[in-house]
């Protein structure tokens, strides 16, 4: 199932919404094909879905859910991708310099 929420997260003078897949990326990115999404919308787990795109996504059949559900359905799928975190040593530099 395609899941959105809602357009709450800013960036880039605009907000966004998070569309997602709890089945697979496959239907994720064909979901996402079909809306007209740039490949570059996409980030890991989920593709940042313009404020002035949510009606749209929901009309063609994206299931609208709050932020903690987006979050719950990816775990249970297996889908979530997270930032990999920095390496110990990687922050020790940055951090002395």
Not at 25 to 45: I, M
Not at 68 to 73: A, G, N
Request: hydrophobic share 40%.
């Amino acid at each position: 199932m395609i899941l959105v929420d809602r357009p709450i997260w800013p960036a880039h003078g605009r907000h966004f919404a998070h569309l997602v897949s709890d089945e697979s990326f496959e239907e994720l990115h064909g979901f996402a094909a079909r809306l007209g999404l740039p490949e570059r919308a996409f980030h890991r787990d989920h593709y940042d879905l313009p404020d002035a795109w949510w009606d749209r996504a929901v009309a063609a059949g994206a299931q609208p859910v709050d932020s903690r559900e987006i979050i719950r359905r990816l775990r249970a799928s297996g889908l979530r991708r997270r930032k990999p975190r920095p390496e110990p040593e990687a922050v020790e530099r940055s951090a002395a310099e």
